[in-house]
C-alpha cells in the first residue's frame, strides 16, 4: 500500500512543473424569451404540419399555458430547451422562422416522421442548436454546402434514412464545430467524404454507410471501423478492406470516378505521407529533451525514495517537492502555490475549489496516505493532511492524449459547480503523463458499499424515507449537472452507486462526473457505465440520455436493494435489475420486486411508484426515456405523497 502511494507521488515529483494557462469556459447563457413568444413559435410550426396535429392537441392558445406543459415539449427551469416530436406522423413543412424564435432551443428531434423535400434553408438561422435529429423521414435533395456554417454549437446530427443526394455538405465541420456525433447512413450522398479536419478528433459516433460515396476514406475517420463505411462501393482505403484506391474499388466506380476525385484521394495519401513523417521527426525531437529533462529531475526523485525507504518519506517528499516548485519557480519566474493565491495553482497543484481551505502539493506529500481502490479510470488514495483536511487522490490513467488548455478548461468547469448534492472536485495536477483529482474525502462511503457491502452499522440506516431521499438527492443533483454541462454528451457519464457517496445525514453526493470529454471513446466504453446502456453497447453511442438509464439502475438498486448485474463487465453476477423490473411491471406483480427488509404496508405504494419511475428511465429506447429535469419532478412527487 505504501509502496503504491509512494510510486504515485514520486511519479508526481518526477515531471517538472508548468504554468497553467487557464481556458475559462463559459456556456453561452441567453435569455429565454417570454413564455407567450414561446407559444405563439410553437403554434406556428404546428400550423406548418399538414399530418399528425393530432397528436399535438395540448399546443393551443386557450386556456393559455405555459408551453413547457405541451406534448413534447422539454424545458428547464422553466425554459424552453427541447422539441421532442419523434413518431408522430408528422409531415408538411417545418416552419423553422418560427423556431428560430424560440431562444432557449437547443434540440430539436423529428425522428420517424413523414416529412418530404429539400431541408428548409432556413436551417442555418438556428445558431445555438445543439441537437438536431432528422433520421427516418424523407427528406431529400442536396444540402446546401454551406447550411450548417453558422451553427457552431451543433453537437449533434442525425440525418440517416433519408433520401439526400450531392455532396455530404462541408459545412459540418466548420472552425467552430463541436460534432460529436454525425449520422449520414442510408441516404445517396456521393462524392468523397470531407476531411472534417475541425471535428475529426471531436467526433465520437460516426456513420456514413449505405450511400454513394467515393474515394479514399479520411485516415482521421477510420477509426470508425469498416461497419461506419460499408455499402458504398466506390469508397475505398482503411478500415475497409479494400485498401488501395487503386486496385480495391468496385471497376465501375471507379472508371466512373472523375478525376478531381482521384487527384484528392492522392492528396490525402501525400497528407498523410507527410504528417506521419512530421510526426516522426517531432517524436525523435520530444524524446531526447525528455531524456534531458529526466536527467535533471532524477536527483530529486532518488532522495525522495531513499528517504521513504529509511521511514523518513514524508519529510523528504515534501522538501523534494519544495525544491521541485522553487526550481520551477527560479526558471519559470512564477511562484509556486500557496505563496500566490486567487487565480491559484501557479505551479503544481492547481486550487480549483477552496471552500475546504487551499493546500499544496507539499501538504498532500506529508498526509498518511492509504489506497481506497482500483477503479476503471485510475486508483483512488485516501490522504490525511496535517491541515485535518482528509482527500481523495485520484490519479487518472489513459488520459495522455488530452492537452493542457482542455484539461485546465474542464477541471475548472468542474470546479466552478455548487450543488448540496454535487461532490466539487478541490484540485488538480496535469502533467502530460500524470493527471491527479482531488476531493474531499467523505467518511460514510460510496452507496455500493453501504447498501451491498458488510451491511454493517450504517445499513439498517437505509429505510425507505432514507432510501427515497437519497433518490431524489441523486435526481436532483443529475438535474442540475445536466443543465450546468449540457454542451457535454453524457454529463456524468459513470454515474453508478460506488460514485455516490453519503454524507453524514445520509444525502447523496454525486461524485466522478464530467469526465466524458477526457477520456477517449475506446476507453471510455471499456470502463464508463453510460457505455452499458443498450445503445452503447450496440453503437458505441452516449447522450444525456445515457445517464438517465444509469439513474433508472442505481433506483432500481435502492428500491430493490439487488446488486445489478450490469455493474459487472460481463453481466455476470448479480440481478438484471433491469429485465426484472420491466418484466414485473408488465406482468403487475411489481411488490415482489420490492427489497423485503424496508417493504411493508405503508411503504409499497411509495416503493412501487419509484420503481415504475426507474422502469421508465432504463426504457431499451433512448427517446423514450425522461429527461433529467423530468426525473427529478417525480421523484419529487413521490416525496411529497
Ligand atoms: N471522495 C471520496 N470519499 C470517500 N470514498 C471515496 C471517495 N471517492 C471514491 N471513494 C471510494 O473509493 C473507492 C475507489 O473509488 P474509485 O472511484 O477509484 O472506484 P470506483 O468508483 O469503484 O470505479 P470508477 O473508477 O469506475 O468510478 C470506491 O469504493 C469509492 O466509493
Not at 430539436?108 to 432556413?122: C, Q
Not at 471497376?251 to 487527384?263: I, N
Not at 526550481?327 to 505551479?347: L, N, W
Not at 493546500?359 to 479510470?377: I, P, S
Request: net charge negative; hydrophobic share 40%; with cysteine.
Amino acid at each position: 500500500m505504501e509502496q503504491q502511494w509512494r510510486t504515485a507521488f514520486a511519479l508526481v515529483l518526477y515531471f517538472t512543473i508548468h504554468p497553467a494557462i487557464f481556458n475559462v469556459f463559459t456556456i453561452a447563457q441567453e435569455t429565454a424569451a417570454p413564455v407567450t413568444d414561446d407559444a405563439a413559435a410553437l403554434l406556428s410550426l404546428k400550423d406548418s404540419f399538414t399530418e399528425g396535429g393530432d397528436a399535438l392537441s395540448s399546443w393551443s392558445s386557450s386556456p393559455a399555458t405555459s408551453p413547457c406543459g405541451w406534448f413534447g415539449v422539454i424545458c428547464v427551469s422553466g425554459v424552453l430547451t427541447g422539441l421532442r416530436l419523434a413518431k408522430l406522423g408528422l409531415s408538411g413543412t417545418v416552419n423553422v422562422t418560427a423556431l428560430s424564435h424560440v431562444k432557449g432551443l437547443r434540440s430539436i428531434s423529428l425522428n420517424d416522421n413523414k416529412f418530404s423535400g429539400p431541408l428548409p434553408p432556413e436551417l442555418s438561422t438556428l445558431g445555438s442548436i445543439r441537437s438536431l435529429f432528422l433520421s427516418h423521414n424523407a427528406f431529400s435533395g442536396e444540402i446546401p454546402d454551406g447550411l450548417f456554417a453558422s451553427m457552431r454549437h451543433l453537437n449533434k446530427l442525425w440525418l440517416d434514412d433519408n433520401q439526400f443526394t450531392g455532396r455530404i455538405p462541408s459545412s459540418i465541420s466548420n472552425a467552430h464545430s463541436k460534432l460529436i456525433e454525425l449520422r449520414l447512413e442510408d441516404n445517396a450522398f456521393d462524392g468523397t467524404i470531407p476531411t472534417f479536419d475541425h471535428i475529426s478528433s471531436t467526433l465520437k459516433a460516426f456513420n456514413a454507410s449505405n450511400n454513394q460515396l467515393s474515394g479514399l476514406i479520411p485516415a482521421s475517420l477510420a477509426r470508425f471501423g469498416a461497419s461506419s463505411f460499408a455499402g458504398n462501393p466506390g469508397l475505398c482505403g482503411p478500415p475497409l478492406d479494400s485498401s488501395s484506391c487503386g486496385t480495391a474499388p468496385s471497376p465501375a466506380k471507379s472508371s466512373e470516378g472523375p478525376p478531381m476525385e482521384q487527384a484528392r484521394s492522392q492528396t490525402h495519401i501525400n497528407v498523410v505521407v507527410g504528417v506521419v513523417a512530421a510526426v516522426l521527426v517531432l517524436l525523435v525531437l520530444v524524446a531526447s529533451l525528455f531524456c534531458r529533462r529526466r536527467h535533471d529531475h532524477q536527483e530529486n526523485l532518488d532522495a525522495s525514495a531513499e528517504a521513504m525507504e529509511s521511514g523518513t518519506a514524508s519529510v523528504a517528499a515534501a522538501a523534494a517537492t519544495q525544491k521541485e516548485e522553487k526550481d520551477s519557480e527560479a526558471t519559470s519566474g512564477r511562484k509556486p502555490v500557496g505563496a500566490s493565491r486567487g487565480a491559484t495553482g501557479m505551479a503544481g497543484l492547481v486550487m480549483i475549489n477552496e471552500e475546504k481551505g487551499a493546500f499544496r502539493l507539499a501538504d498532500l506529500m506529508k498526509a498518511t496516505a492509504e489506497v481506497l481502490g482500483n477503479g476503471g479510470l485510475g486508483s483512488a488514495y485516501k490522504a490525511a493532511m496535517a491541515n485535518g483536511l482528509t482527500v481523495v487522490v485520484k490519479r487518472l490513467c489513459d488520459m495522455n492524449r488530452i492537452g493542457k488548455e482542455t484539461f485546465d478548461g474542464e477541471m475548472r468547469r468542474l470546479g466552478s459547480l455548487r450543488h448540496p448534492n454535487v461532490l466539487t472536485p478541490l484540485a488538480y495536477y496535469y502533467r502530460k503523463e500524470e493527471k491527479l483529482l482531488v476531493s474531499e474525502y467523505v467518511p460514510k462511503g460510496s452507496l455500493r458499499n453501504v447498501l451491498h457491502g458488510d451491511r454493517g452499522a450504517e445499513h439498517p440506516a437505509l429505510d425507505w424515507p432514507t432510501r427515497l431521499k437519497i433518490a431524489l438527492g441523486i435526481a436532483r443533483g443529475m438535474a442540475y449537472l445536466h443543465a450546468e454541462l449540457a454542451a457535454v454528451d453524457a454529463p456524468h457519464g459513470n454515474l453508478k452507486s460506488s460514485n455516490i457517496l453519503l454524507a453524514d445525514n445520509f444525502e447523496p453526493l454525486i461524485a466522478d462526473h464530467g469526465l466524458v470529454p477526457l477520456v477517449g471513446v475506446a476507453q471510455a466504453s471499456q470502463v464508463m457505465f453510460a457505455y452499458r446502456t443498450p445503445e452503447g453497447t450496440q453503437h458505441r453511442l452516449v447522450s444525456p440520455k445515457s445517464d438517465v438509464f444509469c439513474l433508472g439502475v442505481v433506483i432500481l438498486e435502492l428500491v430493490t436493494g439487488k446488486f445489478p448485474s450490469q455493474y459487472a463487465n460481463d453481466n455476470k453476477g448479480g440481478t438484471d435489475v433491469v429485465q426484472q423490473a420491466t418484466s414485473a411491471i408488465v406482468e403487475r406483480r411489481e411488490a415482489g420486486e420490492l427489497a423485503g427488509d424496508i417493504a411493508a404496508p405503508d411503504t409499497v405504494q411509495g416503493m412501487v411508484r419509484l420503481l415504475r419511475v426507474a422502469a421508465a428511465c432504463v426504457d431499451a429506447n433512448p427517446e423514450e426515456r425522461p429527461e433529467m429535469s423530468e426525473v427529478a419532478e417525480l421523484v419529487q412527487e413521490i416525496a411529497s405523497g
